[in-house]
């Protein structure tokens, strides 16, 4: 594994000779990098009903801000993608992770559910046009199964993020309020702008980059029948744990009447099988392609989901908090073998746009998520009975998205 942490690491531009030479391996300055979402999003979920008391509003009404930083990450990424393979990651990552800070601080001055849910929008976007740019990394410097090797490394280090994401803000809630937490938000983004201004060079060289309009790439990517699909599927795949973030306050502090200092263990028991996933992942890739992990992946989920519809739909007086986690965790933890997979089979087709393929799987993913967020908020009926069954429905067709998938087109790779 060294040989992919390691690999592409070059000496960093110094600053009057006196700078050390670039010491953080790739994967971690990668996940600095895509750990903001995570945090942005999971960081404040313990802190939902105290920002509903202090904005005088319900819990429900807050949880919307995840459907809103959900849309806008997509838009960021939306944008992000095509300028990333037209101007270069660096550009990118800079303008994101500057707006990403501006926005946190003026949340920490908001005082009306508008304003949360406006600034949220802007976060999101500064979000998404700097991380949709670590896939593309990526994939300038790795082919073949390297790519998912690294993709899952990448995630595992990553998923640190929304582990300790919540218990950071249970903690800060309980000594400093909810406002702190976008306060140390905006400080993480400084300093992630600050190292990778630094250390991580720019991949993707002017020779290389696209002139055409943005238009036309993205249409060369919908276009292209299987990595539609397995956008698709990844996209499915990941709005069944969006509309458990989403839910997850309600299920855990409203539903089963725990306290918010539980919350970030009962959140991270998810975490922590996804890591373990990944890890799985890597090893799996010794011996099997992508695409049968990928489908491994997929079926758990679906198993998983059907099994919670039928414990709060057929027994939900034995519905016990003890028997919904670790189902709970199965379904959330599949990811581990799903996403990265995904991902490296859609980036082997678009070597020359990986930003904008990414971008376009990005925008699917978070588009998807704030839209099923929304039904579900929709058919909420005061049981954990609705969400389970969004969950079932969007592991059902993430399996179906990948059914009879076309057989490997002769143009399937191209460099036009």
């Not at 895509?34 to 009404?61: F, R, V």
Request: proline content about 5%; overall charge neutral; hydrophobic content about 55%.
């Amino acid at each position: 594994m060294s040989d992919i942490i390691f690999a592409e690491q070059r000496p960093a531009a110094s600053i009057g000779n006196t700078m050390p030479a670039l010491t953080l391996p790739l994967p971690l300055l990668l996940a600095l990098l895509t750990a903001l979402s995570p945090l942005a999003i999971d960081m404040y979920l313990p802190a939902m009903e105290a920002m509903a008391g202090d904005l005088q509003t319900s819990i429900h009404l807050v949880e919307l801000s995840v459907s809103s930083y959900l849309l806008g990450f997509a838009l960021g990424q939306l944008g992000g993608g095509p300028l990333s393979d037209r101007y270069g990651r660096r550009p990118l990552i800079i303008t994101g992770l500057v707006l990403f800070a501006l926005s946190s601080a003026a949340l920490m001055l908001t005082t009306s559910l508008e304003a949360l849910l406006a600034l949220r929008f802007l976060q999101a976007i500064g979000g998404g046009l700097a991380t949709v740019n670590s896939s593309a990394i990526v994939r300038d410097r790795f082919q073949g199964a390297d790519v998912a090797k690294t993709l899952s490394l990448v995630s595992m280090i990553m998923m640190l993020a929304p582990l300790v994401a919540p218990m950071l803000g249970a903690l800060t809630l309980s000594f400093a309020g909810w406002r702190t937490i976008f306060q140390t938000l905006t400080i993480y983004a400084v300093l992630v702008l600050i190292i990778l201004v630094w250390q991580l060079e720019e991949s993707h060289p002017p020779h290389k980059r696209q002139q055409r309009l943005p238009v036309r790439d993205y249409l060369r990517v919908i276009r292209h029948v299987r990595a539609r699909r397995f956008i698709l599927a990844q996209a499915l795949a990941s709005t069944g744990m969006f509309v458990f973030i989403t839910a997850s306050p309600y299920l855990y502090l409203d539903y089963f009447e725990q306290d918010a200092e539980h919350f970030p263990w009962l959140f991270g028991a998810n975490v922590l099988t996804m890591m373990a996933m990944n890890r799985l992942n890597i090893l799996l890739l010794r011996r099997f392609d992508s695409q049968q992990i990928l489908r491994a992946g997929l079926s758990l989920q679906l198993s998983s989901a059907l099994l919670l519809v039928l414990l709060f739909s057929a027994y939900p007086q034995q519905a016990s908090l003890s028997l919904t986690l670790p189902l709970m965790m199965l379904f959330i933890g599949s990811l581990g073998l799903i996403s990265a997979n995904a991902t490296a089979t859609i980036l082997h087709y678009f070597r020359d746009i990986s930003a904008t393929a990414t971008a376009l799987t990005g925008v699917s993913v978070f588009c998807s998520g704030a839209l099923f967020g929304l039904i579900w908020g929709h058919l909420h009926n005061g049981t954990p009975l609705p969400m389970m069954a969004v969950m079932l429905c969007t592991a059902l067709l993430a399996n179906l998205a990948l059914c009879r998938i076309p057989a490997e087109q002769s143009d399937a790779v191209t460099t036009s």
